[in-house]
């Protein structure tokens, strides 16, 4: 003959939802509520209930068969509302399981969404900025050519005012000369010259810059070389 309370029986037999098997905060309410009721059935009164401490014990052993049985061995149906409240209580916990794991899978989601959506935003402002370094290169680069044109046209404009230059001086000093003894070699010195400087304008071993300070030398050296040609005139 059982000892086990009627309520306490019929508890166990929630020992049998598959779902609870994970669940170990329920299946330890329904342990502690079974141990409550086998208490609360046979309290311990040595006088007017001397025998419910034997009964007592027994319905615990029967309880932790149950337990380790997961009810097997029970038989009937939850009819108790006692047992009824408690299957509800857990039934409405697995069901806050059940919404704490959907609202933990949908922030994951969200926060996998807003950090695939960051690092999407991270790489298209990764390209866009390495775009816009390699623009910023280029412009450099087609700045510093068109400088560097500029610069050679300049030379170049400076070589050819040079250049005018010598020849103005050159034929004022020629039309100097003329009338005097001194004329043939004033004549030579100014061949000599524009030789040069014809030579120097075709050098190809010589750049835009030497070429501008060799013809300035020659346009310096012009008055010395002219003075030289008048003294040995004279």
Known sequence: MSDLPREVSEAGLLFRNPILHGDQESLQRIID?????????????????????????????????????????????????????????????????????????????????????????????????????????????????????????????RSHETEQQLTTMLTEAAVKAMGTSSAAQVLDAIKTVNAEVLRVRNDPTMSDDDKHLQIKNLLDTLPIVLQAARSRDG
């Open 33 to 157: 509520w079974g141990r409550e009721q086998i208490d609360r059935e046979y309290p311990i009164d040595h006088f007017r209930a001397p025998l419910n401490s034997y009964r007592r014990m027994r319905a615990h052993q029967e309880w932790d068969t149950v337990i380790r049985t997961a009810g097997a061995s029970l038989r009937g149906e939850i009819a108790s509302m006692a047992v009824r409240e408690l299957q509800f209580e857990i039934e409405r916990r697995r069901q806050e399981i059940l919404a704490q794991d959907a609202e933990r899978r949908r922030r994951e989601s969200l926060r996998f969404d807003t950090d695939l959506q960051k690092e999407v935003f991270e790489d298209r402002s990764s390209i866009d900025l390495n775009n816009q370094i390699t623009l910023l290169e280029r412009q450099h680069t087609l700045a510093e050519q068109a400088a560097d044109n500029a610069s050679h046209r300049l030379l170049i404009e």
